[in-house]
């Protein structure tokens, strides 16, 4: 279970903020199911976000770690209910006289390989399974997402792993970003202590732009797990709204349905 708060550029007023709360686990051996609920106000917009997912998962090879060798793949649904929530200098906006909010349901497409280290994934995201064109000023589809991911784990001792990651984004509107993280990682005893730090930039068109850079840290000490990671804005915007944080915390429960699954 997990909690987490994201907000971005903290000097502008009605500046991007989200807040998750999620859960998952094994239901059975090889099958994993969780459900989040998200909420998003971004200037005078506001969206709610029901999500639930499903994943299955097959080893590769005779391996007694999973990470180290599987093949998972599986897909979710998500429902969003888009609002618009300012008020304009005219009350007669049609806009603002049109409180009702707009629903729309989401599939999301997925699957990863886990081999020795490396990890593989891609992904299809917010593929509209009704009538979207009100979502972007009202004239313009909510566009479809694709990610592809590549990373790899170092194991450079028994108390030390490095992470290295990139990221890709792109849409159907030419719109694109790449992410670049690296994470160390620090075991002490049965816990578990990470530093890591993100790079991104945007791409649109002919042109790109360094984003932000956004140093984190985090812990896993018994059952909990935290972690909170600073985002230090490298484009325009970031002169006037500064800079963003994000923090979660989370918590192992016991899994009754699958209790010896690793």
């Known amino acids: 279970f997990k909690l987490s708060h994201r907000r971005q550029w903290e000097n502008l007023p009605n500046s991007p903020e989200t807040s998750i709360a999620s859960i998952h686990g094994v239901v059975v051996d090889r099958l994993a199911v969780g459900a989040y609920f998200m909420k998003d106000r971004n200037g005078n917009t506001s969206t709610s976000t029901f999500n639930l997912a499903a994943a299955y998962h097959i080893p590769i090879g005779e391996v007694a770690n999973r990470q180290d060798g599987q093949f998972s793949f599986g897909s979710s649904l998500s429902f969003a209910g888009i609002r618009y929530t300012g008020r304009p200098e005219d009350l007669n906006d049609p806009l603002y006289m049109d409180q009702s909010a707009v629903y729309v349901p989401y599939l999301n497409l997925g699957a990863s390989v886990q081999y020795k280290g490396w990890t593989v994934a ?33 194991n450079v001792s028994s108390n030390f792993e490095l992470e290295p990651m990139v990221a890709y984004r792109m849409n159907e509107e030419d719109e694109s970003r790449l992410d670049a993280n690296i994470r160390a990682k620090f075991k002490v005893k049965d816990n578990v202590v990470w530093v890591g730090a993100n790079y991104r930039t945007d791409f649109w068109g002919d042109n790109n732009e360094a984003t932000a850079i956004s140093p984190a840290i985090g812990a896993e000490i018994g059952r ?21 944080y994000s923090v979660s ?11 010896n699954h690793k």
């Open 122 to 154: 891609a992904s299809v995201l917010d593929i509209p399974l009704s009538y979207n064109s009100p979502i972007v000023n009202e004239l313009e589809p909510s566009p479809v997402f694709y990610y592809g991911m590549l990373g790899k784990r170092f």
């Open 249 to 259: 915390i989370g918590y192992n429960i016991e899994n009754f349905f699958s209790p």
């Open 224 to 244: 909990f797990n935290v972690g909170a990671a600073y985002n230090i804005g490298l484009s325009d915007i970031s002169n006037e709204g500064n800079n963003g």
